[in-house]
């Protein structure tokens, strides 16, 4: 069974909880989910999709083909501006789908703790905005697909089910 929550998953549904105190269990969380996430190859991972519901999240876009890891615990998005262009989104926890999101915004501020349990500010609007939005949809309950027009979100029921028949039968 693989590690990551995939959709319909109930608990990609739930709401995440503040974290209260960055203790060694969030500390060894946090190892863990940029583990999975590299082996999976995503540029993001909340940890809804391993089935946990702290407000955590690790993001690395990997700029220049290095290893950057964002590391954002509570993350709140406390403004923002504009909408970021049409774009491919995709989800480790929907797997094989990508499609087009209109509704992204194009600048935001996030507040967020690190692992040193310091309050720290993010202020970007390059698509690393948009990943973090993704990210933090997550710790709410929310996928990708949520943002989808009703046409598209046919078409990703009709795509999803011969998904999943290619998987079974894969298997
Ligand atoms: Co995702």
Known sequence: M??????PDSVLRKKAKDVEKIDDRIVQLLDKMSDIMYRYNGIGLAAEQIGILDKLVVIDLRPDGKNQLIELINPVIIASEGTYEEHEEGCLSVP???DTVKNRKKWIKVKYLDRNEEERIIETEDF????IQHEIDHLNGRLFIDHLSPTQK?????????LQKEREEGK
Do not use: M, N, Q
């Open 128 to 131: 690393l905005s948009v990943v």
């Open 154 to 162: 046919l078409v990703f029921k009709k795509e999803w089910k011969k």
């Open 96 to 98: 094989g789908y990508y």
């Open 2 to 7: 693989s590690e990551i929550r995939v959709y």
